[in-house]
C-alpha cells in the first residue's frame, strides 16, 4: 500500500468473502464509473475453498449501489475447457475445472446486468517479470500435451489491453487474448528451460489429439492494437 501511496495512488484494503465484504468498499467506489474487476478464483489445490461466485455477487451488489457505469471483468481461457481447433470469442465455452465453471457463471452476472456496461477479456496464461510456467514444468517426465500449442500471453500485452479498451471505450464485448503465435509445449518449454538452465520437461509421445488453439481474433485487437511483448 505504501508503494501506491508514493505513486499518488489513494489504497484500499478490500477483502471478499462468501458472506461480506471488509473494508470500506463505498469509499472505494466512490467516484468511480470504470471499474476493473481482476480477482483470481483461487481454486485450486488443497483445503477449503470459498464460493468465487458468492464473492462476486456481492461485489456485485456493491457496483450497484454505487456510481460505477462500466465494468471491465478479467477472466480466463479456462472458460473453454477441453475444447479441441481453434477457439474464437463465438466458441461455446465449456468449462471443465470448477475455476473456469464459476468465472463463467461470474461473467454471466455482469453479462445480463442491462444497466452496467461490461467487457470480458479471457486472458491466456500469464507471463511477467519473475514469472513463467517453465519454472513449474522443469524437469518433470511423461507429460500430456507435448504437441499442444501455447497459449500464453505477457503482463504488458494484458495491462495494454485493458488501457486500449477504456481508451477507445469498446464495451460490451468478449475478448480473448493471447499472443499470435504457437509454438507446441514440447518445442517451447524445452527451449524456455534451456535459456533458463534448467532441467527440460519430458513429453510422452501419445498425442494424437485435436489440441485447443486461442484464438484473439476480434477486429478490436488487428485494428487498435498491436502485441508487442514476446513469449520468447
Request: proline content about 6%.
Amino acid at each position: 500500500m505504501f508503494i501506491l501511496s508514493e505513486k499518488d495512488i489513494t489504497p484500499f484494503h478490500i477483502a471478499l468473502s462468501e458472506n461480506s465484504i471488509l473494508g470500506n468498499i463505498e469509499e472505494f467506489l466512490k467516484g468511480v464509473t470504470i471499474l476493473i474487476i481482476n480477482i483470481p478464483p483461487k481454486l485450486r489445490g488443497k483445503g477449503p475453498k470459498e464460493s468465487f461466485i458468492d464473492k462476486i455477487t456481492l461485489l456485485h451488489t456493491a457496483i450497484k449501489n454505487s456510481k460505477v457505469t462500466k465494468v471491465l471483468f478479467i477472466s480466463s481461457t479456462a472458460v473453454y475447457g477441453d475444447a479441441e481447433g481453434t477457439v474464437t470469442e463465438r466458441t461455446t465455452p465449456i468449462p471443465t475445472t470448477e475455476s473456469g465453471k464459476q468465472l463463467l457463471e461470474c461473467e454471466r452476472l455482469f453479462q445480463n446486468d442491462t444497466v452496467l456496461d461490461t467487457t470480458i477479456i479471457r486472458f491466456g496464461g500469464l507471463l511477467g517479470p519473475n514469472r513463467h510456467p517453465i519454472t513449474m514444468l522443469s524437469g518433470k517426465k511423461n507429460l500430456e500435451g507435448g504437441n499442444a500449442p501455447v497459449n500464453l500471453i505477457h503482463l504488458d500485452d494484458c495491462i495494454g489491453i485493458i488501457q486500449t479498451v477504456i481508451k477507445i471505450g469498446y464495451w460490451g464485448e468478449v475478448l480473448n487474448a493471447v499472443y499470435p503465435e504457437y509454438p507446441t509445449k514440447q518445442d517451447y518449454y524445452t527451449k524456455q528451460a534451456i535459456k533458463r538452465a534448467l532441467i527440460p520437461p519430458v513429453y510422452n509421445r501419445k498425442d494424437s489429439k485435436n489440441h485447443k488453439l486461442i484464438s484473439s481474433c476480434s477486429i478490436f485487437l488487428n485494428k487498435y492494437y498491436t502485441f508487442f511483448a514476446t513469449i520468447n
